[in-house]
């Protein structure tokens, strides 16, 4: 006689981004979001890498704290300039500048992601880098491109699931979601660790 399979632990993520939503979905696995609360400033000498698993972690507790029986995922991202971390630009202004610091130079994407289940004890985060190769880029270029784009709530100013792709020479990953904001395989393995696995009914 077959055991019968437990029920899976509800799933949450941890984010109102609507890429990672997106990205989630692709699992075929329910879940629900919720907005953590979490405050997003640096800390004094953090590294972008530092920055971005922090944060991870950060929103994955803020919500488990509320749902303990969930498996929850946080995830975050910081463009990493030499060292220097390179936000979502909020504006067209802000964005330009952006673009032309960009031109011609490589951008490591730190991306991070963390599976919390309260009620276990169950805690861990992956980092997924990705470097992103910039081609030197013009004037007229990056402004027609934010034109059409409006990439104004993106780390780095660049979409590349869409029109951004055209503003790089090469992308380096061994996780291809993570770019867009959740690294899926990373992901998989971290929500296979907390008892929950995309491929098992």
């Known amino acids: 006689m077959n055991p019968v399979p437990l ?3 509800p799933l949450i993520l941890a984010s109102t981004s609507r890429y990672r939503r997106e990205l989630l979905e692709r699992l075929h696995l329910p ?7 979490v405050d997003e400033t640096p800390q004094p000498g953090e590294t972008p890498s530092e920055l971005a698993l922090r944060l991870a972690v950060a929103k994955a507790r803020a ?5 303990p029986d969930a498996v929850v995922i946080g995830s975050d991202q910081v463009a990493d300039l030499d060292g220097l971390p390179i936000g979502k ?28 289940r309260a009620d276990t004890g169950f805690e861990q985060t992956l980092l997924a880098p ?7 880029l013009s004037d007229a270029e990056i402004e027609r491109y934010l034109r059409l784009e409006e990439p104004y709530d993106c780390a780095g100013s660049a979409k590349c699931e869409t029109l ?12 291809p979601t993570a770019l867009i904001g959740l690294p899926l395989i ?10 929950l696995d995309a491929l098992q009914p």
């Open 89 to 116: 630009p909020g504006n067209h202004a802000r964005a330009t500048a952006q673009l032309r610091q960009l031109s011609g130079r490589r951008v490591v994407f730190q991306t991070a992601v963390a599976v919390v």
């Open 186 to 195: 990373r992901t998989c393995a971290l929500l296979r660790a907390a008892g």
């Open 63 to 67: 919500v488990a704290q509320g749902r």
């Open 164 to 175: 951004g792709i055209a503003l790089l020479d090469r992308i380096e990953s061994d996780d």
């Open 7 to 9: 029920p899976r632990p």
């Open 130 to 136: 990705v470097t992103v190769h910039f081609r030197s």
């Open 31 to 37: 879940f629900e979001v919720m907005a953590p609360q």
